[in-house]
């Protein structure tokens, strides 16, 4: 009978403690889901960070130097065009209004800070799809208006 009672008192024992140390309190069980969070969170922002690390990768040598002189080219062809522009403006018997002048001298400048724009980033390298998105966008906009100079739209 002892044999029984201490089996008993042993299992009472055993079956307590298990359920005790086996269930957790609702904020030791808000903790752990605090922390899972906390880990996704992380997880998620060295996922983001690698993602932007691939996205900004730099010119290798070869094509940043395909790209130079195709945006050299262009950009002496834009000059070409304003010094012809110019040229008109300054005519004996054609009298462009100040405002050609105006517009000629605006389309300079924006070609030499494409030139500038060009020789910075050759310089950083930073970011080389973003730069030659911007950079193409920006050149063909100034041939636009280039090409559409004497074009009145009024």
Avoid at 36 to 64: F, H, I, M, S, Y
Avoid at 67 to 72: K, Q
Avoid at 119 to 126: I, L, M, P
Wanted: proline content about 1%; charged content about 35%; aromatic content about 6%.
């Amino acid at each position: 009978m002892k044999k029984i009672l201490f089996t008993i008192a042993v299992a009472i024992t055993f079956t307590t403690g298990t359920i005790l140390t086996g269930c957790q309190s609702s904020a030791q069980k808000e903790d752990a889901a605090e922390q899972k969070v906390e880990d996704a969170k992380e997880d998620l922002k060295d996922v983001q960070q690698d993602a932007n690390t691939e996205a900004q990768k730099v010119a290798t040598a070869e094509e940043w130097k395909a790209f130079r002189s195709e945006t050299e080219i262009k950009i002496q062809n834009n000059q070409k065009r304003i010094d012809d522009l110019r040229v008109q403006l300054n005519k004996p018997g054609k009298t462009l209004d100040p405002l050609y002048a105006k517009r000629i001298e605006t389309l300079e400048n924006e070609n030499n800070e494409l030139r500038m724009r060009m020789d910075n980033y050759e310089k950083s390298q930073t970011d080389w799809e973003k730069f030659k998105m911007e950079f193409n966008h920006d050149l063909d906009e100034l041939g636009r208006s280039l090409k559409d100079f004497t074009v009145d739209n009024k």
